[in-house]
């Protein structure tokens, strides 16, 4: 199974998710003073710890008068993924339990 065929939450405390198509993270490089570029080494899965790309998708929370978008991050040779609140700056690892049929709830413990 591919990164972007594996599921996705399909709610978010509740309210439901619609999810764009999954984008593969912008490749880096970096520009010398003469002229050469050199590639930027992929950064380190979260998860994993091994140096893999990252694919995207962004997501709307549907809540009457507050809508907003979450961004996840996938890794894509482990498959785990890190959601951030771009409003927020907050960010969450989610698991297995957040995969079910009434979707990703914030942990009150």
């Avoid at 930027?40 to 907003?68: F, M, S």
Wanted: glycine share 8%.
């Amino acid at each position: 199974m591919t990164a972007a065929a594996r599921r996705l939450p399909v709610a978010w405390d509740g309210h439901p998710i619609q999810w764009e198509a999954f984008e593969s993270d912008p490749f880096m490089c970096h520009i010398n003073a003469d002229g050469t570029s050199e590639a930027v080494p992929l950064d380190l899965c979260w998860h994993c710890g091994i140096r893999a790309e990252k694919v995207t998708a962004e997501g709307r929370v549907d809540i009457p008068n507050w809508p907003y978008r979450l961004v996840l991050r996938r890794c894509t040779r482990c498959g785990h993924d890190r959601v951030r609140n771009p409003l927020t700056g907050q960010e969450w690892d989610l698991d297995e339990s957040d995969y079910g049929p009434s979707g990703s709830w914030e942990d009150a413990s």
